[in-house]
């Protein structure tokens, strides 16, 4: 059950971070503002602090460089983690640089939740990596697979709340809608970050609302 002295914090790249830094609130104008706004409404006596980490550009081993003072510092209540789609980007569009494939991905990321469980208590929720590309069958989206398969093992590894997604995404793009969901394939627009925020907030009642 939430309280309003709990800590709900977002972690993860531009797709979190959208426009926090240009919002006097520092939620930004995305799905974490989405998922605060619900909760404010459906829950207005209960409503947590939320606090949004994403920075635009990061990659998973970002995350490392900044994990105790953006996570771990904070010691918050509940952790969100979104991260992924940039380590697939550069794979496709930077193949110069260094890389993170699948099994490197997974080590760095169990880091991460290892440092939570050890110097927290907080409660996990990851995201899967949500989509490279409006084309199911992309060369992005292939990619992700197995990035997505790395996150449902970790969240049941860890007894992490699992938000689906790339699943979610992946179903609606197979319906054929005309609606998009990003600006370029990766960014969402404000249908994308409802999408997104609908998960989050379906998974999470699921554990924490009942």
Known sequence: MLKQSDVLLFIGDSITESGRFEDAEEIGFGYVR??????????PNQLPRVVNKGISGNHITDLVTRWDRDVIGINPDFVSISIGINDVWRRLDHPEKELVFPDRYEGIYRNLLNEVKMKTKAKLILMEPSIHGEVVESPGNKMLIPYVEVVRKLAKEYNAILVETHQVFIDYLNQDSPQRLTSDGVHMNSIGNMLMA??????????HLK
């Open 34 to 43: 989405l998922i605060r706004d619900y909760l404010a409404i459906n829950l």
């Open 198 to 207: 609908k998960a989050w907030i379906k998974s999470f009642k699921n554990a």
